[in-house]
């Protein structure tokens, strides 16, 4: 399984995770550690908090509570011709912008 992930660390609720990345549709994910620990090991009933499948970019995932988060995104195999990019823009206003960093 191939996919992008940044480690969000902790965040507040209602800041917002952009997710762009080009090429093929994405399934984007918000997970917590519990389920991002789940999702690594390639176990099928992971519950993620926000997100799904996105033909096209950006992904918008809003933070359903404080704590620490993870985004994943899942290129379908694509993801040596893709680069993924997250912002996350907190409530205040404030944003910051990280690479996602690719798993084989």
Do not use: C
Not at 11 to 24: D, I, K, L, Y
Request: glycine share 10%; aromatic share 10%.
């Amino acid at each position: 399984m191939r996919y992008a992930y940044h480690d969000l660390g902790e965040q507040q609720r209602g800041a917002t995770a952009v997710v762009r990345w080009r090429g093929s549709p994405a399934d984007v994910l918000l997970l917590d550690p519990v389920n991002f620990s789940k999702y690594r090991e390639g176990r099928r009933l992971v519950i993620y908090s926000a997100g799904g499948h996105f033909r096209r970019p950006p992904a918008r995932l809003t933070i359903p509570q404080d704590g620490h988060w993870y985004a994943v995104a899942d290129l379908g195999g694509y993801s040596s011709n893709t680069r993924a990019t997250i912002e996350v823009q907190n409530p205040g206003g404030e944003s910051h912008k990280e690479e996602l960093v690719e798993t084989a």
